[in-house]
C-alpha cells in the first residue's frame, strides 16, 4: 500500500507511521511540524493542508493507495476561524485532492467523539450537539465529507474517544504530571464511565479500517478506542506506576466548592488551577460508540496494564526531571 497521512508528526500520526513501517508500506507524510522521531523524517513533506496547491502537489507526486486524515488543530484555546480554516478547511483540500488525483484511494477522515457532547445520544452518526468550538469545526468536516460531490470516493469517518500513550503531547505536563505528585484527586467513589483509548490500540484499529473490504466500511463512522471503562480504573492505574499508590478520592461537595473558589479568583483576574469548568469535565461520563468495530472485527486490544508500562517507560525516558 502506498499510505498518504496528513499530520503524521502527531502523537496518533507518529504511532500510525510506526506501525505502516513495520507493515512494509509506502509512507508520505504532510505536516508543517518535522516528525518527532528522526527515522521518520524520510518520510515528511513540510505541507500546510489549508494550502490546496501544494496538497494537490503532493497527492499527484504521490499516488496514495490509502489516505489517512489526521491533521488537525486539536487545541480548545485556538481561535474559532484557525479551528475551522484547519479543520473543516484542510479536510475540503485534501477530499478535492484525493477525488482529482487519487480518485481510487480509500480516505479515514479523522474526527473527534466530540462532534457530541458528554450525554447526548449516539444512535445517528448525522446528528450531532458539540460543546466547544473544536467539535463544531470537526461537525463542520464531517459534514464537508457528506457532499454529494465526494459519494464516489471511498472514504470512512473515525472518530477517536480519549486517546493516551506515549508521544501524548500535553498530558506528561498537565493530568499526568498532577499524578505523579500526589496532586490529582479523583471525584467521589461514584463510577465516571468514560471512552479513552490507548494509541497504539487505536492505530490498529485505523490499519485494519485501511485494508477491510469496501462494502464493510464505505461511508460510516467508527468510533476508535477502547472499551468504556470507570476512568478510576485508568487514572489509579497510572498513580501506581508513577508513585507506587493508588489515587486519593475526594468528596464531590468538596471539590464542587474547590471549583467555586478557582471561579472567584478568575473573575478577579488571578490565574485558578482547578474551576467550574474543570470540575464537570472530571465527573461528566463519555461513552462513544464501540459496539461496530469491536463486534464486527474481533480486536483483541493491548492490556490497559501494558499500555500503562509502555507510557511509564516512555515518560522516564523524555521527561526525567518528573518521572525519572
Known amino acids: 500500500m502506498r499510505v498518504l497521512v496528513t499530520g503524521g508528526s502527531g502523537f496518533i500520526g507518529t504511532h500510525v507511521i510506526s506501525l505502516l513501517e513495520a507493515r512494509n508500506c509506502t509512507i508520505a507524510n504532510i505536516d508543517l511540524k518535522p516528525p518527532y522521531l528522526d527515522a521518520h523524517r524520510r518520510y515528511w513533506q513540510p505541507t500546510d493542508i489549508t494550502e ?30 484557525r479551528l475551522f480554516a484547519h479543520n473543516a478547511g484542510g479536510t475540503v483540500a485534501v477530499m478535492d485532492a484525493a477525488a482529482k488525483f487519487a480518485p481510487a484511494a480509500r480516505v479515514i477522515a479523522t474526527s473527534t467523539q466530540l462532534v457530541n457532547e458528554p450525554g447526548a445520544p449516539f444512535d445517528d452518526d448525522t446528528r450531532f450537539r458539540p460543546s466547544t468550538a473544536y467539535g463544531e469545526s470537526k461537525v463542520a468536516a464531517e459534514r464537508e465529507i457528506r457532499a454529494e460531490k465526494y459519494d464516489a470516493l471511498d472514504w470512512l469517518i473515525v472518530r477517536p474517544t480519549n486517546i493516551w500513550g506515549p508521544f501524548h503531547p500535553t498530558y506528561p505536563t498537565q493530568i499526568w504530571k498532577y499524578i505523579r505528585y500526589g496532586l490529582y484527586l479523583h471525584p467521589g467513589d461514584e463510577p465516571i464511565v468514560r471512552a479513552y483509548g490507548y494509541v497504539e490500540n487505536v492505530v490498529e484499529q485505523i490499519f485494519l479500517l485501511l485494508t477491510a473490504p469496501p462494502e464493510r466500511v464505505r461511508h460510516r463512522v467508527f468510533y476508535v478506542g477502547d472499551r468504556p471503562i470507570d476512568s478510576f480504573l485508568l487514572l489509579s492505574g497510572l498513580s501506581v506506576a508513577f508513585r507506587g499508590k493508588p489515587l486519593r478520592r475526594i468528596p464531590r461537595p468538596l471539590l464542587r466548592t474547590l471549583a467555586r473558589c478557582g471561579d472567584g479568583m478568575t473573575w478577579v483576574g488571578m490565574k485558578a488551577p482547578f474551576y467550574t469548568d474543570r470540575f464537570i469535565r472530571m465527573t ?34 523524555t521527561h526525567p526531571e518528573i518521572y525519572g
Open 284 to 317: 461528566s461520563e463519555h461513552l462513544g460508540r464501540h459496539e461496530s468495530i469491536w463486534q464486527e472485527f474481533g480486536i483483541e486490544p493491548i492490556a490497559m496494564a501494558t499500555g500503562i508500562d509502555r507510557t511509564f517507560g516512555w515518560l522516564q525516558r
Open 52 to 81: 490546496t496547491e501544494s496538497v494537490d502537489r503532493v497527492m499527484a507526486e504521490f499516488q496514495p493507495t490509502r489516505i489517512v486524515h489526521l491533521a488537525a488543530i486539536t487545541s480548545f484555546a485556538s481561535p474559532r476561524d
